[in-house]
């Protein structure tokens, strides 16, 4: 009789005991790489905070800049794999910087689990009023009469900003200076206040300055102009469809993640990316949302790397 008593009292806990053990059980780190402000930690937090909703633990956003992403990338993939580090980060650390790096710290594609692609965005190209170009055809014949004359900013080595920049000199055969910033903001500061001549930037986050004069718009980074800036013309307009670009941020593990905790992450993400105040927020910031499964951002990261593999190899792309 006792030992019955210990079976059916066994089974009865298992579910409490199963429950208890149930991801997570206690707070998520979730590492942005760029800084407070920036796109991906707005996007971060706001999946963060529908993570937390969901699951009921809470979900700790922790900015960790550096190296085109890598620094804080490579915390996440040293980190266990139980779910309790996850990563927000951009193009360069997912399909980039492994290209453009001489040595890495990690390998992305070993080392990191995708997770989601969570949301992309064409770019705008914009120089200062003060260079007195009107148009896209301008910059370039300007920018050949003068080689290394004008410097451009980006959000950092390895991001779309940068390497859409150096997609363009590789087509038009122009030469100029790369500045790379810590995250957006800064960059913007600088542009506005003259220490830079141009950039390729998310398009609401230039689109006022623009509208002010304080910038002047040249090309959108899309087979079609952008609902946001319907005067400002597409590069397959201008005849270069092959500079299309998306900035894109995506989510991501310590490789070796169990199948039960990616397929809890990976299921709350959609939901909560998928929530209208969410698309509306990411909406404002120039962003679609994607919100796809791990196989599909596996792909998608396959295709970028390919793709940016041999920008790099064309152009002669450095972190510098």
Avoid at 34 to 49: E, H, K, Q, W, Y
Avoid at 104 to 132: G, H, I, N, R, Y
Avoid at 134 to 149: E, G, H
Wanted: charged residues 20%; hydrophobic residues 45%.
């Amino acid at each position: 009789m006792n030992l019955r008593c210990f079976v059916l009292a066994a089974i009865l806990a298992f579910p409490s005991i199963a429950f208890s053990q149930a991801y997570p059980s206690k707070p998520v780190r979730v590492i942005v790489t760029f800084p407070p402000g920036s796109t991906p930690d707005i996007v971060g937090r706001a999946l963060a905070s529908r993570l937390q909703e969901a699951m009921g633990q809470p979900f700790v956003v922790e900015n960790r800049s550096g190296a085109g992403g890598n620094v804080g990338a490579d915390a996440v993939a040293k980190a266990a794999p139980d779910g309790y580090t996850l990563l927000v980060s951009t193009n360069g650390v997912f399909a980039i910087n492994k290209a453009l790096y001489k040595t890495m710290p990690f390998d992305p594609d070993k080392d990191l689990q995708p997770l989601s692609l969570l949301a992309t965005a064409p770019q705008m190209l914009v120089v200062t009023p003060s260079l007195e170009l009107k148009d896209f055809k301008s910059f370039v014949d300007y920018a050949r009469r003068y080689p290394d004359k004008l410097s451009y900013g980006s959000v950092g080595a390895g991001s779309a900003s940068h390497l859409t920049m150096e997609l363009l000199k590789s087509e038009a055969k122009v030469a100029l200076v790369h500045v790379p910033y810590k995250g957006f903001p800064p960059a913007v500061t600088d542009l506005l206040g003259g220490n830079i001549h141009t950039m390729f930037a998310i398009i609401p986050g230039v689109l006022a300055h623009v509208k002010a004069g304080k910038m002047v718009g040249l090309a959108v980074t899309a087979l079609k102009r952008s609902a946001l800036a319907p005067d400002v013309p597409s590069v397959a307009e201008l005849g270069l469809p092959q500079l299309e670009s998306l900035a894109w941020i995506g989510l991501a593990a310590p490789a070796g993640l169990p199948a039960d905790v990616v397929d809890r992450i990976t299921g709350e993400t959609t939901r909560g990316m998928r929530r209208t105040e969410v698309r509306e927020l990411l909406g404002r910031q120039g962003f679609d949302v994607v919100a796809g499964s791990p196989q599909e951002f596996r792909h998608w990261i396959k295709v970028e790397s390919d793709k940016w593999a041999r920008v790099i190899r064309v152009s002669g792309a450095t972190p510098d």
